[in-house]
């Protein structure tokens, strides 16, 4: 110890060169572990890079497809080719853009709760110029319940999207109204729509988080809102609003009004189409007999015939003097099933493409 303490400048010294020789012997160790592992990540790279430019057979017994340049040019066309079909897809499911229908950016809930009012007493006022009946206790609102009859309130979010809701239910009534026959019976029992105002945000601590769904007790004592079990949405690719029409006609006009529906331009699919018959208080509202009633442009019914060769049709005059009667025979019609009133549900998905589905505007639901 005495001897360290006298040469205690060399000896310091020792041990400072001894601790760095170690400190080298450990990075050269492992220098030359980072340089094994790259070596093995080179060879590995080398290795794909081989399989690439040599090729794979995806089918046995197939030639080889090698990443060369006549394969990346073709890689490149396909990928155009995909893109130019992703926008046919597109304007197919958006349909003519001068008849698409957007409700007013600029709207605030004072404006659009006049214009909900303003709407649904127009479409009232239509029914009864045209003789369309509504429910006498209790007409539609046609899917604005909760706003016509609570005087003072009015959509506190997302004015775009009702007042977009607003003008399509717009669009249906219209449609539905010039489908009638004239002189046909038509009753409007409701026309609902999805209460997308009423949609909350899921927080973070939850799957979907950030992302809007419907409120559970949003429209559950509304009669004229719905949360659509089947619907053509898919969130990131295509955005619906979905609506329902109730009504009381003749097939006619339900024929008339889905062939309006789709041959109309604009970017809506009939989802569900549900029949059932008219009920014997509705039959009594618009005045209808129960009794069988001729069909438009079908013969009276003819007499029943006295005998048994007459049962398939009316029986044929008899020839005299083994002569052809000249007289053409008259071809008769009659009614076997009679002519009911039948209660239609109708579900409409207005289509469109969401712009940027990453990136929706703030309050917007997504859905």
Known sequence: MQNFK?????????????????????????????????ALKLAKARKEQAALLNGHAFVPGAAAVSLNDDNV?????????????????????????DLAIKGKASANSAELSALLRESVDGWRKLAADQGIKLMPNDPTAFGFHRYIHNQGTSPKRDFQKVDQQRQIIDFIVRQLAESRPAGSP????????????????????KP???????????SKNEIDEFIPSRSLDRRGLIESLSFRVR???????????????????????ITTIDVGLASKEVEKLLS??????????????????????????????????????????V??????????LSSFVVQIDYLSIPEKPAAAAEGEPKK
Do not use: W
Not at 300 to 313: E, S
């Open 6 to 38: 006298k040469n205690l400048g060399f000896n310091l010294a020792l041990i400072a060169i001894a601790g760095l020789f170690l400190a080298g012997c450990a990075m050269a160790f492992l220098a030359y572990r980072g340089s094994t592992d790259s």
């Open 73 to 97: 040019k073709k890689a490149a066309d396909d990928v155009k080719d995909l893109e130019s079909h992703l926008a046919s897809l597109i304007a197919l499911v958006s349909g003519n853009p």
């Open 186 to 205: 038509l009753l409007i029992e409701s026309v609902d729509r999805e209460p997308v105002e009423t949609f909350v945000l899921i927080p973070e601590s």
């Open 208 to 218: 979907g988080a950030g992302t809007y769904v419907p409120d559970a007790d949003g």
């Open 247 to 269: 009504f009381v006609g003749y097939t006619p006009t339900l024929r008339t009004f889905v062939n309006k529906i789709r041959n109309s331009g604009r970017p809506v699919a």
């Open 288 to 329: 209808i007999s129960a009794a069988p009633s001729a069909l438009p442009g079908a013969a009276a019914p003819a007499a029943a015939p006295a005998v048994l060769g007459g049962f398939f049709g009316a029986e044929e005059p008899v020839a005299t003097n083994g002569t052809k009667p000249a007289t053409p025979q």
């Open 331 to 340: 071809d008769q019609r009659v009614l076997v099933v009679p002519r009911k």
